[in-house]
């Protein structure tokens, strides 16, 4: 089993920044990377960012390229969103989950068999 837990969010205004933190625990060893997804209210739950453990190769969603930044600290086991130039769209409950090994599409949510309990960002206009 792997642990998640996400923490960081929080009510903004347009235009501002924030940093979401997902801290990992338990078998850490079994997960091939950490992933970002948000679901807004009355919407799908959709891919935001990932980042591998594998060559800490990265992958954004079109819609937040350039204004996220995903990142890692191996020694706290703790991977990071950096949301900047936030928008009202932006608005939704941010989860990260675990990606697993032999992953084919890691824009599905699918290829995710852990998640944390989810962190609420609120953009206002």
């Known amino acids: 089993q792997v642990q998640l837990v996400e923490s960081g969010g929080g009510l903004v205004q347009a235009g501002d920044s924030l940093r979401l933190s997902c801290a990992a625990s338990?078998?850490?060893?079994?997960?091939?990377?950490i992933g970002w997804f948000r679901q807004a209210p009355g919407k799908e739950r959709e891919f935001v960012a990932t980042?591998?453990?594998?060559?800490?190769?990265?992958y954004y969603a079109d819609s937040v390229k350039g204004r996220f930044t995903i990142s890692r600290d191996d020694a706290k086991n703790t991977v990071y969103l950096q949301v900047s130039s936030l928008r009202p769209e932006d608005t939704a409950v941010y989860y990260c989950a675990s990606l697993r090994p032999n992953w084919r599409d890691l824009r599905s949510d699918f290829e995710y068999p852990y998640w944390g309990q989810g962190t609420q960002v609120t953009v206002s206009s």
């Open positions: 338990g078998r850490t060893f079994s997960m091939n990377g």
């Open positions: 980042i591998t453990w594998s060559g800490r190769i990265t």
